[in-house]
């Protein structure tokens, strides 16, 4: 099955993610590690240990090598819903990454129709705006 559609919601997407990361797989936040605890990468050249977790959006950086990316993740985004499972995708049964999924799914769906909604209303006040000058 061809999961590249889903973006980084499977491990293996993020793991492919990843440009550009500092450490090297013998570190506690190797690829591996960040990938398996939710993570894909979004740094660029001049910050290459940023990256963002698929389910809560949250995104972090500056990385030692000795840190756990589940311990960071379940620290800084305790309301995570793949953090409450707090094990890698391999490890979820089908039905609880379906409520993984589904969250992450539906998390981007709301900031979609969000910026949408935002952005007609630009264009709705701009041409309220047109209507009145024109009068
Ligand atoms: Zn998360």
């Known amino acids: 099955m061809d999961y590249?559609?889903?973006g980084n919601?499977?491990?293996?997407?993020?793991?492919?993610?990843?440009?550009?990361?500092?450490f090297d797989d013998k570190k506690a936040c190797s690829v591996k590690?960040?990938?398996?605890?939710?993570?894909?990468?979004s740094g660029n050249e001049r910050e290459p240990d940023?990256?963002?977790?698929?389910?809560?959006?949250?995104?972090?950086d500056g990385w030692e090598p000795t840190d756990d990316p589940w311990?960071?993740?379940a620290k800084h985004a305790?309301?995570?819903?793949f953090v409450k499972y707090g094990r890698k995708e391999a490890d979820l049964t089908v039905q609880e990454f379906i409520n993984v999924f589904s969250v992450a799914v539906k998390a981007?769906?709301?900031k979609h129709f969000n910026k949408t909604l935002e952005d007609f209303r630009k264009c709705a006040e701009k041409e309220k705006e047109k209507l009145l000058l024109g009068k």
């Open 71 to 73: 311990k960071e993740h």
């Open 33 to 41: 590690k960040m990938a398996e605890a939710g993570f894909y990468w």
């Open 78 to 81: 305790p309301q995570c819903n």
């Open 108 to 110: 981007r769906m709301d």
């Open 50 to 60: 940023t990256v963002t977790c698929f389910v809560c959006n949250k995104t972090l």
């Open 9 to 22: 919601m499977m491990e293996r997407n993020r793991i492919e993610s990843f440009k550009k990361w500092p």
């Open 4 to 6: 590249s559609k889903f």
